[in-house]
Nanobody, 122 residues
């Protein structure tokens, strides 16, 4: 069983910073692309940042200056550094990982974490 687990969310004042982590465990051969999504109340889930296995990154325009995505392949872990938080960043942040668990063509799946709540007070 493969399970990504997010951590690092919390309540923070506007202007503050947080570092989110996503650690994947289980029967993992390799982790390919990974991404951070967020879902604010009443809104659709949106992709905010992604990173390839070679650490190429991509960001949503709305977060490009303040968010930094990174990963440690040896630890099967991805990070999201969020600076200068504002109330519009309040959301549940989810980790998504495309993980290879075996050696056949069917052993590639997307896995989601349970999410970590980020709340920014003004």
């Amino acid at each position: 069983q493969v399970q990504p687990v997010e951590s690092g969310g919390g309540l923070v004042q506007a202007g503050g910073s947080l570092r989110l982590s996503c650690a994947a465990s289980g029967s993992i051969v390799s982790i390919n692309a990974m991404g951070w999504y967020r879902q604010a109340p009443g809104k659709q889930r949106e992709l905010v940042a992604s990173i390839t296995s070679g650490s190429s990154t991509m960001y949503a325009d709305s977060v490009k200056v303040r968010f930094t995505i990174s990963r440690d392949n040896a630890k099967n872990t991805m990070y999201l550094q969020i600076n200068n938080l504002n109330p519009e960043d309040t959301a549940v942040y989810y980790c998504n990982a495309h993980i290879t668990t075996g050696w056949t063509i069917n052993d590639h799946h997307d896995y989601w974490g349970q999410g970590t709540q980020v709340t920014v007070s003004s």
